[in-house]
T-cell receptor, first 111, second 114 residues
Framework: QKEVEQDPGPLSVPEGAIVSLNCTYS??????FMWYRQYSRKGPELLMY????GNKEDGRFTAQVDKSSKYISLFIRDSQPSDSATYLC???????????FGTGTRLTIIP | DGGITQSPKYLFRKEGQNVTLSCEQN?????MYWYRQDPGQGLRLIYY???????QKGDIAEGYSVSREKKESFPLTVTSAQKNPTAFYLC?????????????FGEGSRLTVL
């Protein structure tokens, strides 16, 4: 079993819809949770960063962490065609030098 | 502008040839990383380096080699011993080890073995 599981998709939704992207993990030591966005043929860029359980909002994006269920989510409101990309979750814990990534979910927003 | 520069962007090589991918950063970051990305497998860590003249193997180091002679540079050599080298290679850096979680990535190098 992988430490981090992420549905690879692809996921297609109409413009303006709310998108929900999710990851589950097995290592209870994880305490830092990230979402990266990767456009086609580009490197990933950090989108959201959260520590421990709870919600964090940044514009149309909300990151949610539920440590009791070992489950993290990224919500995109009012989705735009420019949100079409692959979204990778990543996580880490104190003292560890390496991030653990999910496989990524490929998202397409249909105009 | 600060950032990470990878070159070449596209590279073709014949089987049995070694190839070196360049990665340069001007962010003054201590840590640098090489990842490999294959469809459906996410990012897999090849090598990483926390300081100059020191580096550690990641999860899939076999068939690869690196050096870290300068803080700014972390080249990756894909050797002929790598059984399946065709992939998208990503270099990244961070201020310090993965604790902060913020990796800055280059635009990648796509290697195709013919």
């Amino acid at each position: 079993q992988k430490e981090v599981e992420q549905d690879p998709g692809p996921l297609s939704v109409p413009e303006g819809a709310i998108v929900s992207l999710n990851c589950t993990y097995s290592n209870s030591a994880f305490q830092y949770f990230m979402w990266y966005r990767q456009y086609s043929r580009k490197g990933p860029e950090l989108l959201m960063y959260t520590y421990s359980s709870g919600n964090k909002e940044d514009g149309r994006f909300t990151a949610q962490v539920d440590k009791s269920s070992k489950y993290i989510s990224l919500f995109i409101r009012d989705s735009q065609p420019s949100d079409s990309a692959t979204y990778l979750c990543a996580m880490n814990y104190f003292g560890n030098e390496k991030l653990t990534f999910g496989t990524g979910t490929r998202l397409t927003i249909i105009p | 502008d600060g950032g990470i520069t990878q070159s070449p962007k596209y590279l073709f090589r014949k089987e049995g040839q070694n190839v070196t991918l360049s990665c340069e950063q001007n962010l003054n970051h201590d840590a640098m990383y090489w990842y490999r990305q294959d469809p459906g497998q996410g990012l897999r860590l090849i090598y990483y380096s926390q300081i100059v003249n020191d580096f550690q193997k990641g999860d899939i180091a076999e068939g690869y080699s690196v050096s870290r002679e300068k803080k700014e540079s972390f080249p990756l050599t894909v050797t002929s011993a790598q059984k399946n080298p065709t992939a998208f290679y990503l270099c990244a850096s961070s201020i310090a080890g993965g604790l902060s979680g913020e990796l800055f990535f280059g635009e990648g190098s796509r290697l195709t073995v013919l």
